[in-house]
C-alpha cells in the first residue's frame, strides 16, 4: 500500500501478536482517528444540525426543544420578507446609477463565463457558475441599496467589513513591512512592538477603543475641540461609525499582514537587490521587477486567511456601538446573535448560514481564481 | 605601470548627493532615514497609545475619568489603587486558599463528571472572588485545551505528512447520508439522541464493511488535509448554536470540559496546517532507519519527530494558547456562571445599574492582557527566527 514510507504495514499478520504489535500495526489509524472524530462532531454534525434548524421553528420548552419543520420561510424572511430591509438593506427604489452598475457588472460576468467555457471542464464551469451568481445578485444588491441612495443591511456591511478591510490593511501592513526590512537599526524592537496587538484579547481592544473613540472624555476630545468638530460624534452617521470600526479592527489585524510580509521580504535574496542596485536601478524599479514577483504568493495566502476570518467580526461591532446606528454597524454573526437573543433559534441558524454560503464562495473564488490560477500561469 | 585601486571619493559630492544618496550600497541616505523612523515612530504611537489608556484608565478614580481626559499620571491626576482595590474588597475568598480550593474543586468536579454514570456525587460550588475565578478558568481551560489540540493535531499532522490514506468516496457519502438521517430522526421524531447515534454508527459500519470494496474513487492526503484546514472557514456562530443545544442534551452546558473541546477543535486546523509544514520539511532518512532498527510509529513519533520540530511545536502552542485565552463567542454562548472566562468577566462589568465603572474595567482588561502581551513577545522570538511563517508561503 505504502511501500517505500518508514512503517509500511506488514503484509502478514500472524495471529499470536502481541496487543502492541496490533496497535502499531493500526497506527495510522489511531494517529489520525482522534482529529477526525472531534471535527466530524464537534464542526460537521453541528454544521448539518443547523441545517435541520435554519428549515425549522424551534422553541424552549419545559421538556426540551420542539423542532417544527417550515421549510425555507426562514430564509425568504431574510432574502424577500419583513427581514429583508435588516439583511440586503432598502432595495425599493431603484436608482439609474444602481441600475446601470449592475448591468455592467452583469455583462462582464456573462462575457467571462462565456470566454471561459471553451476550456474549462465541467466541474470548473458548475463553480463559474456559481461565483458568477453570487456576483451577479451583489451587484444587484449593491446596485439597489446603496447606489440607489438607499440603506445598506448586515450583508453589505460585512462585505464591506471584509474588502475594505482587507485592502486598507493590506497597504498599511505591506508599507510597515517594507519600512522595517530596510536596514534600519531596532527591527527586532519594531517588529515586537507592530506585534502586540494581533495578540491582544478582540474584547479588550473593543473596550479600550470604546474607550479612546468617546468624544467626550477620550483623549481626542482636545484635538477635536481644537478643529472644531466638538458637535460630532461618530456614532451617530452610518458610514462614519463604520470607518471607525475599521480603524479599530485596522489596528488589531494590520500586524498579521506585517509579520507575515516582512517575514517574505526577508527572504528576497538580498544579493539580487545589491545586484540591480549596483546596475543602476532605481528603488521603484527593484521593488516592481525583483521584490513583488518574490513576495506575492505570500501576499494571496495571508490575504485569503485574512478574508476568512474577517467575515467572522464580531466582538467590535458589539462592544463599541451594539450594532448601531440602526443596524448599520451590525455584521452577519452579530445580526444572528441578537437574533438569537430574541430566541428566534432557526432565522439566527438561517441567517448563519447565509454567512457560510457567502464565505465559501467569495473565498473559494478567490482561492480558485486568484491563488490558483497565478499557480497555473506561473507553471505554463 | 602603476595602477591604482579604484577608491570611492567621499569627500567631494554635493550636498544633495549627500543627503538623497546612500553612502554605500545595502544602506540608506540620511533623508531616507529620517523618513522611515518618523513614520516607524508614528506607528509605535499609534500601537501602543491605546494601551497606554488602558493601563493609566486602571489608576485613575471616578472623577479623573467622568472630568474629562487627564494624560500623564502625577503630572494632570493623581493616580489611585482603588480600581485595583475593588476588585478584591467587594468579594470574600480573595486568599491563596481559595485559589487552591479552587484548584481542588477542578480536579475533584472532573471526577465526579467521570464516575458520574455510575455513582452521582454532588460536584463542589466555587467559593471565590470573581477575578480569581475568571483568571483560573481562563488559565485552566486555555491550558488543558491547547495541550489537547497541539497534541490530537500534531498526530494527525504527522500522520498526513508520512501515512498514505485512501477513504473511499462512496463511504463517506454514506456516512454523511446517515449523519444527516440521525439528525432528523433525532429533531423531528423524537428519537432520543443516543439511540439514533448509535443505530446509525452501527449502520455506517455495516454497511462500509458490506459494500466498502465495491467503491472505486477514493481521496488522498491532500484532500484530507484540505477538509481539515477548511474547517476554518466555517463561521463559528453556525456551530455554536447546534453545539449549545448538544451540550444541553448531555448536561455539558457552564463546565470546563464543554469549553475545553469547543476551543480545541475550533482550534485543531491551525495546528494541523502548521505543524504539517514542519513534518513534511523533515528529512525521512532518520525515520527510516529508526523503522529498520525495530522503533514503533508511536516511538518514532514522540522520541525522533516531535524532539526535531521542538521549535515549532513551542511557536504553535503559544499561538494556539493565545487564541484560546482570547476566545469570546463560544464562551458568551456556553458558559454562563460557573465556567466564566475572563473576556466574559470583562464584558459582565459593562452591565452595571449605575453606569459603567471604566477604571474598574480597564484593572481587568490589564490582568486579562499582561499574559498575552508576554506570550507576544515569546512568540516574536520564534517568528523573527523564520519558524511558522513556512507553512503561508505553501
Known amino acids: 500500500m505504502d511501500n517505500g514510507q518508514p512503517g509500511a504495514t506488514p503484509a502478514v499478520s500472524s495471529l499470536n501478536e502481541s496487543w502492541g504489535e496490533w496497535f502499531d500495526r493500526h497506527s495510522g489509524t489511531f494517529f489520525i482517528a482522534p482529529a477526525v472524530t472531534l471535527i466530524l462532531i464537534f464542526a460537521i454534525l453541528p454544521t448539518f444540525y443547523s441545517i435541520v434548524f435554519a428549515v425549522s421553528r424551534v422553541k424552549f420548552t419545559a421538556e426540551g426543544l420542539t423542532v417544527r419543520f417550515v421549510g425555507f420561510r426562514n430564509f425568504s424572511k431574510q ?138 472624555k477620550g483623549p481626542f476630545e482636545p484635538v477635536l475641540r481644537f478643529v472644531g468638530l466638538e458637535k460630532w460624534v461618530w ?145 505554463a | 605601470m602603476n595602477q591604482t585601486p579604484f577608491k570611492f571619493e567621499k569627500t567631494n559630492r554635493s550636498l544633495m548627493d549627500l543627503l538623497f544618496e546612500p553612502p554605500s550600497v545595502g544602506k540608506m541616505s540620511p533623508v531616507a532615514k529620517v523618513v522611515v523612523y518618523t513614520f516607524l515612530a508614528i506607528w509605535s504611537v499609534f500601537v501602543l497609545f491605546p494601551i497606554y489608556w488602558v493601563v493609566i484608565t486602571s489608576f485613575k478614580d471616578a472623577a479623573a475619568v467622568n472630568q474629562g481626559p487627564f494624560y500623564i499620571p502625577f503630572v ?14 467587594s468579594d470574600p475568598y480573595c486568599d491563596l486558599s481559595s485559589i487552591a480550593r479552587q484548584f481542588y474543586l477542578l480536579a475533584y468536579n472532573s471526577v465526579v463528571f467521570l464516575i458520574s454514570p455510575v455513582l452521582s456525587l454532588d460536584p463542589m460550588e466555587p467559593q471565590i472572588c470573581k477575578i480569581y475565578l475568571a483568571f483560573t478558568n481562563s488559565l485552566v481551560i486555555g491550558v488543558v485545551s491547547t495541550v489537547f489540540c497541539v497534541a490530537v493535531g500534531s498526530m494527525a499532522a504527522y500522520a498526513l505528512a508520512r501515512i498514505q490514506y485512501k477513504p473511499k468516496f462512496g463511504n463517506i457519502l454514506v456516512f454523511v447520508g446517515l449523519a444527516l438521517l440521525t439528525i432528523v430522526a433525532t429533531a423531528y421524531a423524537g428519537i432520543p439522541w443516543w439511540v439514533s447515534s448509535t443505530v446509525a454508527l452501527a449502520m455506517f459500519f455495516f454497511l462500509a464493511r458490506a459494500f466498502g470494496r465495491h467503491f472505486r474513487r477514493s481521496l488522498g492526503n491532500g484532500d484530507i488535509l484540505f477538509w481539515i ?25 457552564d463546565t470546563h470540559l464543554a469549553l475545553i473541546i469547543l476551543y480545541a477543535v475550533s482550534n485543531l486546523p491551525i495546528v494541523v496546517w502548521l505543524m504539517h ?110 519558524v511558522l511563517l513556512g507553512a503561508v508561503k505553501g
Not at chain 1, 436608482?95 to 449592475?102: E, I, R, W
Not at chain 1, 532605481?282 to 525583483?290: D, K, L, M, P, V
Request: glycine share 8%; aromatic share 12%.
Open chain 1, 235 to 379: 456614532s451617530a452617521d452610518p458610514w462614519s461609525a463604520r470607518f471607525v470600526m475599521m480603524i479599530c479592527d485596522s489596528w488589531q489585524w494590520i500586524p498579521f499582514i506585517f509579520i507575515c510580509m516582512l517575514a517574505a521580504l526577508e527572504n528576497v535574496p538580498r544579493d539580487h537587490i545589491e545586484a540591480a542596485e549596483v546596475d543602476g536601478a532605481s528603488q521603484t524599479q527593484i521593488f516592481r521587477e525583483i521584490v513583488w514577483p518574490q513576495i506575492v504568493p505570500v501576499a494571496v495566502t495571508v490575504l485569503l486567511i485574512r478574508a476568512i476570518e474577517a467575515f467572522k467580526i464580531v466582538d467590535l461591532p458589539n462592544i463599541m456601538t451594539g450594532g448601531g446606528p440602526g443596524s448599520s454597524t451590525e455584521s452577519m454573526t452579530l445580526h444572528s446573535v441578537y437574533v438569537w437573543r430574541a430566541n428566534d433559534i432557526g432565522t439566527s441558524a438561517a441567517i448563519a448560514y447565509l454567512l457560510l454560503i457567502l464565505t465559501v464562495v467569495v473565498c473559494a473564488s478567490f482561492f480558485n481564481y486568484v491563488v490558483l490560477g497565478r499557480l497555473r500561469r506561473s507553471r
Open chain 1, 79 to 216: 432574502l424577500f420578507g419583513t427581514d429583508q430591509v435588516h439583511f440586503l438593506g432598502k432595495t425599493a427604489p431603484v436608482g439609474l446609477v444602481g441600475m446601470a452598475f449592475f448591468v455592467i457588472v452583469t455583462g462582464f460576468v456573462l462575457w467571462w463565463l462565456y470566454r471561459s467555457a471553451k476550456t474549462s471542464t465541467l466541474v470548473g464551469m458548475i463553480g463559474r457558475c456559481i461565483s458568477a451568481a453570487m456576483a451577479i445578485f451583489l451587484a444587484w444588491i449593491l446596485g439597489a441599496s446603496q447606489l440607489s441612495g438607499n440603506s445598506i443591511g448586515t450583508l453589505y456591511t460585512t462585505l464591506f467589513y471584509v474588502l475594505f478591510g482587507c485592502g486598507v490593511q493590506f497597504l498599511i501592513g505591506t508599507g510597515l513591512a517594507l519600512l522595517c526590512s530596510q536596514p534600519i537599526r531596532g527591527r527586532s524592537f519594531f517588529r515586537v512592538i507592530f506585534f502586540i496587538p494581533l495578540m491582544v484579547t478582540p474584547l479588550g481592544v473593543g473596550y479600550a477603543m470604546k474607550m479612546v473613540a468617546d468624544i467626550t
Open chain 2, 229 to 253: 484546514i477548511s474547517q476554518r472557514i466555517l463561521p463559528p456562530i453556525v456551530v455554536v448554536i447546534p453545539v449549545y443545544v448538544m451540550f444541553q442534551a448531555v448536561g455539558l452546558l
Open chain 2, 76 to 89: 494632570d491626576f493623581q493616580p489611585t489603587l482603588d480600581a485595583w482595590r475593588s476588585q478584591f474588597n
Open chain 2, 277 to 386: 509544514d514542519f513534518f513534511v520539511n523533515l528529512p525521512i532518512e532518520l525515520e527510516e532507519s529508526a523503522q529498520l532498527d525495530g522503533a514503533t510509529r508511536f516511538g518514532i513519533f514522540w522520541e525522533i519527530v516531535l524532539p526535531l520540530t521542538r521549535p515549532g511545536l513551542a511557536a504553535t502552542t503559544l499561538l494556539i494558547l493565545v487564541l484560546n485565552w482570547n476566545e469570546y463567542l463560544f464562551a458568551v454562548f456556553l458558559a454562563t456562571v460557573k465556567v466564566q472566562t475572563m473576556p466574559i468577566m470583562v464584558a459582565a462589568k459593562n452591565a452595571g445599574e449605575k453606569g459603567v465603572f471604566w477604571w474598574e474595567m480597564c484593572a481587568v482588561i490589564v490582568v486579562m492582557i499582561i499574559p498575552v502581551i508576554v506570550m507576544a513577545i515569546l512568540l516574536t522570538r520564534f517568528i523573527s527566527r523564520g
